[in-house]
């Protein structure tokens, strides 16, 4: 038998370490383009923990800046924009949220204010029925509302022209 020749062994270890480059490189994840409008749509979910009244999209801080880069890094590495808010909320609790998620005892965050609306409502309802039966009544009684004698008097002088 024949031994190879020494330049089909080196093309076969070349061939070899390629398809070995080519297996490792064809098993991580690619990186996915991110527009930054999705990174400003997460980020505009995610309070600030240095102003706290801006979320992170509007913050000029520089946490924010690395927030926005995290999320943008997440993103990027594939992630849904739920599993990135969810990093954050793991990370700071639910505080981290801008507008808090509509489940068990934050549904009072979101229905007290309907109900404060619907209360105040109903007393300028029963408030202004008072006053127009009030005014309805004495107006069937035929009566103006009783002044005494020295009130009507006085009334009647301010009333004449001067002399």
Known sequence: MRRPAPATLLTLLALTLLGA?????????PAT????????EVAAQLRCVVCQNLSVADSPSEMANQMRAIVRERLRAGERPE????YFVDRYG????LAPRRQGFN???WLFPVAAVAVGLAVVAVVLRRWTLRAARGAAAGKPDALDPA?????????????
């Open 107 to 109: 549904w009072l965050v």
């Open 151 to 163: 009130m009507r008097e006085r009334i009647r002088r301010e009333l004449e022209p001067p002399r």
């Open 94 to 97: 639910e505080w981290i949220l």
């Open 33 to 40: 383009a991110v527009s930054e409008e999705r990174v400003q």
């Open 83 to 86: 599993q990135v808010v969810q």
């Open 21 to 29: 480059l080519a297996a490792t490189a064809a098993a991580q994840l």
